[in-house]
């Protein structure tokens, strides 16, 4: 508990932060104006002698005095982990906890609790942002009070009857994209999945059952089935390939050109390739933000060819789907309505629950078809209208995962989730505008969205050293500054920043690139 | 803030349960006794003036003063929510909120706290003790603990790099399961998936990598494969078998006894007679804990089978797998060393979050060999020894769902886990006993684990009435009392409880039992 007297010379007002602890605000006296930083929103409210405000956990807050003088108590629970403020990131260090992990020693219930906030306390730092590692960065407050939701309700979206409030959240967040995609209502449907991976395994599986609907019962039999992603394609339809019996080499990897899109014109040299032999054309991913250029491939000319050849439609939007939000970025994924199905990853750039992932499809019934199955009457047995979402699903139990997506988007807005992105994009001009005045940087593609890769050549005293970008990377993460990520190509490593962070200022760009200029 | 003056002569301790808040104590004066209810253990502390102690949330707390007088002060964080605790369960009523739900109107976050308030409070209960429709019941403070940490740290599990601790504490999950199963140390090897059915589908995928591994590259090709599962099996082989290509035909169901066991001996006619035509029996699943009646198919006889014709043996032990921890219950489990692989969820008996499920095998290597695939440069650079988690799985980003049950038994130890499973397994001796005296009750078959099957014959008045038991199920449920599900066989629909909840006793069976005789 803490009492501040305030007097208006204050015009330093204070902002603050409190770690993991809820701040509870009284105003005994004056008038106070409290803005409250949730991440993708700022909220203002004036407050007079007798209110209370609370902020919550994970949020930034900033009092300001608007009258003469003022006093205010504030109450903080649970305690604050000031030490743990004090850092901005934290590299880990397993090595110093790696013996009290052991099961073989019980630990009483305050213990564990020590043993739990030491855990949180040497694990990497997401919520810096200094973290630009993975696609995603920020603890958000409206995430954090969604998942408390979640824990203490612990209900499975398998069936309606056992979650009917967060089965129709899950089915207004899944409608919702779908709209914004551009379906039309009676045709669109989705479900949450385990992740971008799990969006673009249904993807293929959705579209085997459309266009080979006897393998539900036969198994995969006949010719090959090929599949058409960019070279720069997630990972992940490889696994999809392999888990779904389709194999690596029904994968056929298309060019790109050299800012990292899809040739349209090879891809539809590849097709008819594919048609003179044996094999069957009948998947093509169009991937909205890859990895590591955050290159956009042309939905557009993609959606013609596959119309043309009768080929299934899947756009891998797992990171660049906000751009669906943003009025200046949405050009990028012009033709997405044309699109069979789409991947959508809430908790990258939007900040929800890892993980916050839905498969959408235009193709409404195609969901059930591919994975409905006989032998669950012990557990569904609605005589509803609606579908218990599980035979959606080949997961049964599972929770309501969409939640925070959802606590974001209702307090934010659709207009609040297209700012936020725009906002970022602004902070990308202005880096990659500082970047061009700095001779040691380079970047590597002009950014179409919010990955910014460049290379750092060494110092003038290191002129020959080789991987410099990737020593660079490996000092600001053992000097506990900065994690980002590096990648390569033929002409060697180049780091990738990622902009996602939701309280991201260019300062924080700025900072990371001096760093990694200073490094000898 | 409440604060509390104790004379010797309160002979009633005061046991209570704070909801959702934290309770903390201080003691001003006298000598107290504090007993904690973690729901799978006890603790029990005496304190001194001065001393204080934190009830987590979720747990139960009872004081008893030692002295001859004695003060305490109570201080509960945040509000105590008094309405939501006077109910014991509640029906969901979602039309009440349904429009607050649209994504369409945005509110500010006391508002959004607010909503997600109200949400909990009309979500189904799965806390009280008269929640028995899934295979799990409770919320653990453990669990609450572990789900706070995952929501504040944010780190995915695809790589060593960014979740050091995480990656740490499921390996030692996996390997400490893998040393009850009783597997040789350095050939036991698993991973987290999302759900029981994902560790069935990864099981599938891993059996087809050891006899078939030309098939990562090639895809599903020659003879037709077949898997054996009894008929009483998980439906999840099902949607298994066809997202993988295998196709629903490929499932070869297995007749079972009257108390819902795999006849082995049908089983080896089964499989000579595929030998018979061009198929290939390849897998065969012996489940541990059917969902219905929770019967164990007789694994030591199945495996010598197994071993006989060269077939994968997995054991489906999302819902019998705690009998590894109970030396009652082990043999139930007798011939599991010999399995190839075994499915464990630990979301359900033992109460963490929902999903916290483990895919475990005795081939060392076979994971990363069905699962690793190239393409992943940008994000997986590990250099160590220790093989980067995602590469284990299919899916990429991914949470620390292991976190909550390593929680748990890093609080009870392996002991407390096992004497867990017994003390239920008692409850259900007393409750099947009691229901033999009761003429208008009939066991459908004698249960060997943790479900009660059994029959509501109608009331005098109501004697040709059909369906009873489902009929009793549903009043039970509109009239919020409890909520058990059904099933049916020849004879007709029978109610299934399930005995999981951590503060369950058997007055809780009784109760509903007395509720469901009084229907009318």
């Not at 005293?461 to 990737?470: D, I, P, R």
Request: aromatic share 8%.
């Amino acid at each position: 508990v803490v009492s501040i007297a305030w007097t208006k010379s204050h015009d330093n007002a204070i902002l603050h932060h409190h770690g993991w602890s809820q701040c509870a605000v009284l105003i005994e006296e004056g008038l106070f104006e409290n803005k409250v930083d949730l991440g993708f929103k700022n909220e203002t409210r004036v407050l007079e002698p007798g209110q209370t405000f609370n902020t919550p956990v994970g949020a930034l807050h900033q009092m300001k005095c608007l009258s003469t003088r003022g006093r205010t108590l504030h109450v903080y629970t649970p305690k604050i982990q000031s030490e743990v403020e004090t850092k901005l990131f934290f590299s880990s260090s397993l090595k110093t906890i790696e013996n009290d992990l052991s099961l073989s020693a019980s630990v009483k219930i305050e213990d564990l609790k020590n043993l739990l906030t030491t855990i949180r306390d040497q694990s990497i730092t997401t919520r810096s942002p200094f973290f630009m590692n993975q696609l995603f960065a920020g603890i958000l407050p409206q995430t954090l009070q969604a998942e408390e939701i979640i824990s203490q309700t612990k209900t499975t979206l398998a069936t309606i009857e056992a979650s009917p409030v967060f089965s129709k959240i899950e089915s207004l967040v899944v409608d919702a994209l779908g709209e914004l995609i551009g379906w039309e209502e009676n045709a669109r449907d989705g479900v949450s999945v385990p992740g971008g991976s799990a969006a673009n395994f249904m993807a293929l599986h959705c579209a085997r059952q459309k266009f080979f609907p006897e393998m539900k019962a036969k198994g995969m039999r006949g010719p090959a089935l090929k599949i058409f992603v960019s070279a720069e394609a997630h990972y992940s339809f490889k696994k999809a390939a392999v888990a779904l019996g389709f194999g690596t080499e029904s994968i056929v990897p298309v060019p790109v050109d050299e800012t990292g899109k899809m040739c349209a014109n090879q891809l539809e040299i590849l097709i008819q390739e594919t048609i003179q032999t044996e094999a069957i054309p009948f998947f093509v991913c169009a991937t909205a933000g890859t990895t590591v250029l955050g290159a956009f491939d042309p939905i557009d000319k993609i959606a013609v060819i596959c119309e043309k050849y009768h080929i299934w439609l899947h756009v891998d939007a797992a990171w660049g789907g906000p751009a669906l939000f943003s009025k200046k970025l949405f050009p990028l994924l012009s033709g997405i309505s044309l699109a069979d199905s789409v991947a959508f990853d809430a908790h990258k750039l939007f900040g929800a629950s890892l993980t916050c992932s839905f498969f959408l499809t235009r193709h409404r019934d195609l969901l059930l078809a591919a994975n409905d199955v006989s032998g669950g009457d012990y557990l569904f047995h609605s005589e509803d209208t609606e579908v218990d979402r599980g035979k959606l699903s080949w997961q049964c139990g599972r929770g309501a995962d969409s939640l925070s997506f959802w606590a974001i988007w209702k307090n934010v807005g659709t207009t609040g989730l297209g700012e936020f992105v725009d906002r970022l994009i602004n902070i990308r001009e202005q880096a990659t505008a500082w970047i061009k005045t700095e001779p040691r940087l380079e970047i590597v593609a002009h950014p179409t969205y919010l990955n910014i890769c460049l290379r750092v050549q060494p110092p003038l005293a290191q002129a020959h050293a080789k991987n410099w970008s990737k020593l660079v990377r490996e000092k600001l993460k053992t000097q506990n500054l900065a994690m980002v990520n590096y990648s390569s190509n033929e002409e060697g490593d180049f780091l990738r920043l990622i902009l996602a962070h939701p309280q991201l200022q260019f300062d924080h760009v700025k900072q990371i690139l001096q760093w990694a200029l200073e490094v000898e």
